[in-house]
């Protein structure tokens, strides 16, 4: 499978764990984007990666939140003292640029989430 | 005011109708308009995007209107594999990225 995988697929926690979700993109995408979808909502923009460097965080992303993107391939997002509005899904989605459009339009390609339960 | 906006739903249709949905965002430097299928517990995926000319897949044509704000979806002879939520996504070219902002989604159940 050459998509996008993210693992945990679900993950169930008591409230002031700390949990850490990983997102291998599609092979060669150097941009990776965290975003959180809520019961009856859309999914919501947490963060976003070009290679290796994290260039613009969602205020939703509090001080609780980090994610990092070490070697430009695969992304975790951690999340310390898990409350339980933090239970939602948790989407990956990956997106190749364009060699030669600035204001390209990358298509982002999602992988099937992880959803966390904060109890 | 949300950003985007679409009516949840949900439609309930019977197999063979046609049925428009309709979504208006409120950022006019939005630069790049979809519409994202999401099928009940799993991600969403690309249907199709929007231009302003309009464009067609099959049974799917997607409008956008700039000066209006408004995106629409229109979808022919619908299927029950149709049954899903139809998300519309704007993009506005922000710190190097094309972040997606969702709507919240309009259900669409097909029924025989």
């Known amino acids: 499978d050459t998509g996008v995988s993210q693992d945990p697929r679900h993950k169930i926690t008591k409230r002031g764990q700390n949990v850490t979700f990983r997102c291998d993109p599609i092979?060669?995408?150097?941009?990776l984007y965290w975003y959180r979808q809520t019961l009856g909502q859309g999914p919501e923009f947490l963060t976003y990666?070009?290679?290796?460097?994290?260039?613009?965080k969602s205020r939703l992303l509090s001080d609780r939140f980090s994610a990092e993107r070490p070697k430009g391939s695969f992304s975790t997002l951690e999340i310390q003292r898990t409350e339980q509005g933090d239970s939602a899904m948790y989407l990956c989605?990956?997106?190749?640029?364009?060699?030669?459009?600035?204001?390209?339009?990358?298509?982002?390609?999602f992988g099937p989430g992880t959803r966390l339960t904060v109890l | 005011r949300k950003e985007v906006e679409q009516d949840p739903g949900p439609f309930n249709v019977p197999e063979g109708a046609t049925v428009a949905f309709n979504c208006t965002y409120s950022?006019?430097?939005?630069?790049?308009f979809f519409w994202y299928r999401q099928d009940c517990r799993k991600e969403p995926k690309l249907l199709m995007s929007?231009?302003?000319s309009g464009n067609e897949d099959g049974r799917f044509t997607a409008q956008l209107n700039r000066a209006s704000q408004y995106i629409s979806l229109l979808i022919r002879d619908s299927k029950l594999s149709d049954s899903a939520t139809y998300l519309c996504?704007?993009?506005?070219?922000?710190?190097?990225?094309?972040?997606?902002?969702f709507g919240t989604g309009t259900q669409l159940k097909v029924e025989l």
């Open positions: 950022n006019s430097a939005s630069q790049s």
């Open positions: 990666f070009q290679n290796e460097a994290q260039l613009e």
């Open positions: 092979s060669e995408h150097n941009r």
């Open positions: 989605a990956s997106s190749r640029t364009g060699a030669t459009s600035f204001l390209n339009t990358d298509t982002q390609y």
């Open positions: 929007v231009y302003s």
């Open positions: 996504v704007v993009t506005a070219f922000t710190g190097g990225g094309n972040k997606l902002t």
